[in-house]
């Protein structure tokens, strides 16, 4: 152990990142709130049941087609708490900065958080700024925490999740990963894929109206759709089947994918979510999510299938079956 | 604007850090919880009063005389919503590491994090990781949120401050300033000053309950005593008065000052607060701080004279005064 050094995959949202989660943080600061594993931490103040979240961002690069690390930061966090069912009201931000960072940068990103909480319905309330010596930061890290209020009676989580229920994906996937990927790579041509960063806390006010039995919500960010889907699977102990072909790709995210050999399935989204809700209510949650703007594409994806085992079973497009497991490697590093 | 860029001195505690917030930040993300410029944001959840504070920390050693990044972390965020008259329950932890820091080292922060969490009652219930790629970052930056419930019943605020009231500080200030610099100048001597870094709340507790008229509280941080007495006397539009002899500063904290050059009244502290009161509570309060481990030191050092404009006067121990401004530069680049 005392060689061992971090490594990206530590990030990445994989199977690392988790054993760092269980291995170092879980026995320190052991709690149930964070062995509930949800994207926030849902605790009791008064007689109100609150979300708490928190995130770093450290996206590169910080301007990206589709939004910039001011606005992902914003719509990060709120997604954050909207995927525990909550109505995210306040924000706090972090900035480490880069001593020599140009201040119209900076300036253009406060700008952009600021519009970006103003959609959302967000106050950014508190703050802090640090500055670092030239070379002990790379330009800017943005921390967001965020407070919202749960109204749904329900618990969302993956323990909530029951047989035959019905998984949901609220759009195409890939496309914050693909748009920060054609960023990096010489691909020889112009693409014009763009990150679908947004807030998703309308879409999800709208999905929780819909339905009383809405199980489980999570935005696949890090991991993409498939970690997702493994880390819901081994929480709630159930095996999923997804249709391969039900999963909405578009067709330029998917050459992107295919050139630099990569599977959409686990590449980052920033305006998605997976949405898990009894079998019964799915057609009506699916056509309130494809009346949302940010849910036009949405598409029924799977179902729940009670076994003895948790695992996630995709039936591919050629007709063959594959288990889906949690990236090993960091596919994209500083993706978020 | 276009060619400025971000300088050390903007995460300085001093006048910059100041107008960048009152110029890039406030405008953006108006609002009265800003606009009271305390540590946290006090905010109404049901019927709750609820203290949301954010700080970053990028302090350079991460191991340092008397603490290190994982413990200074803990106490930063439970002071800071302490300083706001609260409670401190929840903490939030976002990491960001560089690809190949040690593992171990890791450990070691958690831990005493962890140890940090229990010991001032409070417990950390949602996380995040980023890890970056080697020379993007240095070693680990972390960033703590925190939640606390204020249940006292007048303002703490710089707003609230009064005439006559007494100005006292918990203990010998610089400590903490000095202990870092200590492990970065050679100084041809061996220095056995310690870190402050400690959790407030325990003492703000016993102050509490023992006035119901304290008008204002807050850990001199980044700045110094000297930054806490100006800002606030810039926020209530009041003149205060110190006695430079009642200041208690360790003999070797002004030994390595005077080395440097440098004025213990503007140096970091991690374990020390302001903490303003009617004048009449003044000695109640100051034998309540003195009767905590933490407040041994505790000293009254001025008092509030109203006059047409907020300045702070220094009498100096020679016999002469001086009025306190802002520091200009950044005296300690990662003090914290």
């Known amino acids: 152990m005392k060689d061992e050094r971090i490594l990206l995959e530590h ?9 760092l989660i269980h291995d170092a943080f879980m026995p320190v600061f052991k709690n149930d709130y964070l062995e509930a594993m949800l994207d926030s931490a849902v605790i009791a103040i008064g007689k109100k049941k609150v979300c708490f979240t928190t995130d770093s961002y450290v996206v590169d690069p910080i301007f990206f087609p589709g939004g910039d690390i001011g606005s992902l930061s914003i719509h990060g966090t709120v997604n954050d708490i909207a995927m525990c069912g909550g109505k995210p009201l306040f924000i706090s931000v972090g900035l480490i900065l880069e001593e020599g960072f140009p201040k119209h940068d900076l300036e253009r990103i406060i700008t952009s958080m600021g519009k970006a909480a ?7 309330v508190t703050g802090d700024t640090k500055v670092v010596p030239k070379g002990s930061a790379d ?3 943005i921390n967001t925490s965020g407070l919202g209020i749960v109204e749904y009676k329900a618990a969302i989580s ?3 999740i029951r047989k035959d229920d019905c998984i949901i994906v609220s759009g195409t ?7 920060i ?3 990096r790579q010489d691909l020889g041509f112009r693409s014009n894929i763009l990150s679908d960063s947004a807030a998703l806390n309308g879409l999800v006010e709208d999905v929780l109206a819909a339905s009383k039995n809405i199980r489980f919500m999570r935005d696949a960010t890090r991991g993409g759709l498939g970690a997702v889907l493994v880390e819901a699977a081994m929480a709630s102990s159930l095996a999923f089947e997804i249709e391969e ?21 686990f590449i980052a989204n920033e ?16 056509s309130v999510i494809k009346a949302h703007p940010l849910g036009s594409g949405a598409s029924i994806i799977g179902k729940v299938k009670e076994t003895g085992r948790s695992r996630v079973i995709l039936r591919t497009i050629v007709g063959g079956s594959r288990e889906l497991d949690l990236p090993e490697g960091e596919l994209i590093p500083r993706i978020c």
């Open 181 to 183: 990927l054609s960023t």
């Open 11 to 19: 990030g990445s949202g994989g199977l690392l990142m988790n054993a």
């Open 139 to 141: 330009k800017i890290f």
């Open 245 to 265: 072909q039900q999963i909405p790709v578009r067709d330029d995210v998917r050459g992107l994918c295919e050139i630099l050999g990569l599977d959409p399935i």
């Open 173 to 179: 996937i890939g496309d914050h990963g693909a748009a």
């Open 271 to 286: 305006g998605k979510m997976v949405v898990v809700c009894a079998g019964r209510d799915a057609d009506k949650v699916l």
């Open 158 to 160: 993956p323990k909530s």
């Open 118 to 124: 103003k959609t959302a319905g967000v106050q950014v």
